[in-house]
C-alpha cells in the first residue's frame, strides 16, 4: 500500500521576541498570569513590511534542504494559513513565486489552527492517489496582524511563524497510515474575526468597531478543544488497534499548555511522551504542528520506526488528527 511519507521538515520564526514581560506594558497581566494559564513565556512577531508568505518560504526552504530536494522537484503547494498575505492571489501562490516552481498546482486551506493536519491529509491524498510525486505542504501565519493589543484573552496567546513539510510516496510501511478531518459551524461565534470579508467588509465603521481583530470566549473554547482532541485522536487509534501506549510522540496543535495537559489526560498520555514548545513560540495556529515537528527531528523525538499521533483544533470550529509511522 502506497503511504505518503514526510521527507523532510523545515521552521522559521520571526526575529522578534515578544516576551511577557513585554505584554505587562501592553495590557493589565503579568508573567505569573500569563504562565499560570496558558504555559507561553514568549512568542515571535512579525517585523514591519514582514507578512505570511515571508515565513512560509523560508520553512519551504529548510523543508526542502532536509529533505535533499530543490524547488524542481515539486509538484503541488498546500498552505494552511489564516492569514493570507491578500485575499488574492492565494498565499500559496506567492510561496510558489518566491520559490521559483514553476507550472505546479498552489492553493490556500483556510481551516484556522486546523489547517496544519488539513494540509497535511490533503497533501498526502495527492501521493496516495499517485497524481504527484512531491507535495510541499506548509503551515504559516502572521497572526499579530490581527491581533488586538488591549484584548488580553487573544493577545497573550497568537503569534507568527511558519512550518513546512516535504511529502513523498512510501512503500516500506512508513508514512501517513491514517487520518480524519472535521468541523462543526455551530461553534463559529466562539472563535472568529468578523470583519474583513464579504459579510463586513472594510469601511471606517468596522475598522471604529475593532472588527478587523480575532475575538476569542476562552473558557468556552478550552472545553469544547479537550473534548474534540480527545475524541479525535481516540478514535483513529481505536480504528487500527492501536492503545496510546503504542504512540512514542504526540504532536498537538500548541495552543495553551493547559489545553495539551487536559488533552494528553483523557488520552491517557504520560506528558514525556508529548512535544510542547508552546512556551516559546505560543499559539502560531496552521504553523504549530509543523514547527513542532521540525524541532521533535531536530531534538532527536522522532525516530524511523515511531508511531507518531498529530491533532490540530481550531476555529470555525475545525479539527482533525492524523497518525504515522515516521
Known amino acids: ?4 511519507k514526510i521527507v523532510g521538515t523545515g521552521a522559521y520564526a520571526p526575529d522578534r521576541v515578544l516576551t511577557n514581560a513585554d505584554l505587562e506594558k501592553l495590557v493589565q497581566t503579568s ?3 500569563i504562565v499560570q494559564r496558558t504555559g507561553i513565556r514568549e512568542r515571535r512577531i512579525v517585523a514591519e513590511g514582514e507578512a505570511t508568505a515571508d515565513l512560509a518560504v523560508r520553512a ?6 532536509s529533505a535533499k530536494l530543490t524547488p524542481d522537484d515539486v509538484d503541488f503547494i498546500i498552505v494552511g494559513t489564516t492569514t493570507p498575505d491578500m485575499i488574492l492571489p492565494s498565499t500559496a501562490n506567492l510561496v510558489q513565486l518566491r520559490l521559483g516552481c514553476r507550472r505546479v498546482g498552489s492553493i490556500d486551506v483556510l ?10 491529509l490533503m497533501g498526502a491524498q495527492f501521493i496516495q492517489t499517485g497524481k504527484y510525486r512531491r507535495v510541499l505542504a506548509i503551515g504559516a501565519e502572521a497572526l499579530s496582524r490581527i491581533v488586538d493589543y488591549t484584548d488580553r484573552g487573544t493577545c497573550i496567546i497568537l503569534a507568527d511563524g511558519a512550518g513546512a513539510a516535504v511529502l513523498e510516496a512510501a512503500e516500506d510501511g512508513s508514512g501517513i497510515i491514517d487520518g480524519d478531518l472535521y468541523s462543526d459551524g455551530k461553534y ?10 464579504a459579510r463586513h467588509p472594510a469601511t471606517h465603521e468596522t475598522v471604529d468597531k475593532r472588527m478587523h481583530f480575532a475575538k476569542m470566549k476562552g473558557n468556552e473554547v478550552f472545553k469544547v478543544a479537550v473534548r474534540m482532541f480527545a475524541e479525535s485522536t481516540s478514535q483513529l487509534l481505536a480504528r487500527h ?3 496510546a501506549s503504542d504512540v512514542d510522540l504526540f504532536v498537538p496543535h500548541q495552543a495553551n499548555l493547559r489545553i495539551i495537559e487536559a488533552a494528553a ?6 506528558m514525556d511522551r508529548v512535544f510542547v514548545n508552546v ?7 496552521a504553523a504549530s504542528v509543523y514547527v513542532a515537528m521540525a524541532e521533535a527531528v531536530d531534538a532527536g523525538r522522532l525516530r524511523p520506526g515511531d508511531l507518531v499521533l498529530i491533532a490540530a483544533f481550531g476555529g470555525g470550529f475545525a479539527w482533525g488528527a492524523a497518525l504515522m509511522r515516521w
Open 1 to 4: 500500500m502506497i503511504r505518503a
Open 31 to 33: 508573567d505569573e498570569w
Open 60 to 65: 519551504a526552504e529548510r523543508a526542502l534542504a
Open 111 to 120: 481551516a484556522a489552527c486546523a489547517g496544519s493536519v488539513y494540509s497535511l
Open 188 to 197: 463559529w461565534e466562539l472563535l472568529y474575526m468578523p470583519g474583513g470579508g
Open 241 to 243: 488497534g492501536f492503545k
Open 265 to 270: 489526560k483523557r488520552v491517557d498520555l504520560p
Open 279 to 285: 512556551d516559546k513560540y505560543g499559539n502560531t495556529g
